[in-house]
Nanobody, 119 residues
Framework: EVQLVESGGGSVQAGGSLRLSCTAS????????LYWYRQGPGNRPGCELV?????????NYADSVKGRFTISLDRAKNTLFLDMNNLKTEDTGRYYC???????????WGQGTQVTVSE
């Protein structure tokens, strides 16, 4: 069974840090382009691409998180991470990992993990 499971979300004060994890089963991240998206609260709807890890393992970030967030991959654990530092209230949202898996010719999403940043 193909599955992506995120964890690590929570509530923190502005300036704090969190580390999100996304573990895959049923496929390997080696064959995938990998993404972190977030969906903001009601006053900031829509999905925003936060970060991506390309098939050549180039990293890209939204301007709003550059210098604060870092995407990384532990191949041995088949786990994707998003290290989030100096969190701001506008980082509040539900964070999803996603994978485009070339060997499956398909894409997958996790169920998301909530991040809430307060003043």
């Amino acid at each position: 069974e193909v599955q992506l499971v995120e964890s690590g979300g929570g509530s923190v004060q502005a300036g704090g840090s969190l580390r999100l994890s996304c573990t895959a089963s049923g496929f390997t991240f080696d064959d995938s382009m990998l993404y972190w998206y977030r969906q903001g609260p009601g006053n900031r709807p829509g999905c925003e691409l936060v970060s991506e890890l390309t098939i050549t393992r180039t990293t890209n970030y939204a301007d709003s998180v550059k210098g604060r967030f870092t995407i990384s991959l532990d191949r041995a654990k088949n786990t994707l991470f998003l290290d989030m530092n100096n969190l701001k209230t506008e980082d509040t949202g539900r964070y999803y990992c996603a994978a485009c898996v070339f060997t499956h010719n398909d894409g997958y999403w996790g169920q998301g993990t909530q991040v809430t940043v307060s003043e």
